[in-house]
């Protein structure tokens, strides 16, 4: 284990977690992940791999097939696979915020039906929720659901669907009308269980096929459409409509943790690849480590990484309490994204111009990293919601 980014008090079970997704990365994911990810395609060996090593119900209770472990093992692997390939904690993430989100509000009946299968990977959970009309601005959805007998119709499109080809459950939030005077009381979200790939995947549904990206390759990131798709009332997260926008939040607040969690290990990674390289290339007789510029840029890298690696672990034990979080993974989404961008520039610049080239893994990170900065909330949205619970806490009696 490295010298950064350690966390304290973990148990011997989360530590042996760990090691053995350390060593998956090493084995399994490192060397090939710079071809897969230039070639946009999907890790099915990857993913396979993780299916045995039963991460896929890493935090779904054991009563239902999976290890019940908490948010912060959860967030510790994520950083780890992330220092391979920040595509393969994706791939993991929605599924896991959508089996979160059944554990959490699902019906007895739900929970029974589909976390044996999600912890075994045989259910591979997607998260929809934003459209092309809005993201951060969730009360502006358009799609709709509208009853019919013992069935909702729904109509609309979503978009920026992280498995949404290779996923057959989509977590979706749509407006139902349910009365209420507040628009985010009108939202329910939809289990909607349908077949993997491109096309029409369900009646009335269809998955147009993958956005092309410059980034966060491999995973597949689709659009979704909705033309008169039927799906039974019993398909209402909770069995209960009009409780959806508060269910899909309570899922990105955890969401936000992993983002943050995925940020710390692409800059570790950074990190990695700039004092190796440091050491190795050399300058006017001597390797370029021992230049002071260079060495100020190694030593602000590793101060930012350790940042915001310790706020991350803040922020999931927070949750793993029982605490409302929304402040403290606000801050870890916003500073571990901003540092990451920093950290895989310096890099970048240490690397000179062999960062510019494909064969150097910097490239790489360097097309990933901008997506930290957007993905579950933008920078700007993350001070909005740190500024609000800020002025909130510190309210003063007028």
Known sequence: MSRL??????TEVQQEILATISGFVDREVLPVATELEHADAYPHEIVEGLKKLGVFGLTIPEEHGGLGESLLTYALVVEELSRGWMSISGILNTHFIVAYMVIRHGTDEQKAR???????????????????DCGSDVAAI???ARPDGDHYIIDGRKMWVTNGGSANLVALLCRTDEGADAPHRNM??????????FGEVAPGLTV???IGKMGYKGVDTTELLLDGHRIPADRVLGGVPGRGFYQMMDGVEVGRVNVA???????????????DYAQRRESFGRPIADHQAVRFRLAEMATKIEAAHQMVVMAARRKDSGERNDLEAGMAKYLAGEY?????????????GYGYSTEYEIERLYREAPMLLIGEGTADIQKMIIGRRLLEEYRIDS
């Open 5 to 10: 980014a350690r966390t304290e008090g973990l």
């Open 114 to 132: 589909l976390l044996p299968g999600m912890a075994e990977g045989r259910i591979r959970g997607a998260f929809s929720m934003s459209e092309p």
């Open 142 to 144: 358009r799609t709709r």
């Open 188 to 197: 329910t979200t939809f289990l909607i269980e349908k077949e993997p790939g």
């Open 208 to 210: 147009p096929g993958k």
């Open 261 to 275: 969690a995925r940020a710390c290990g692409i800059a570790r990674r950074a990190f990695e690849l700039a004092i």
């Open 340 to 352: 990451c961008k920093e950290v895989v520039e310096d890099a970048f610049r240490i690397h000179g």
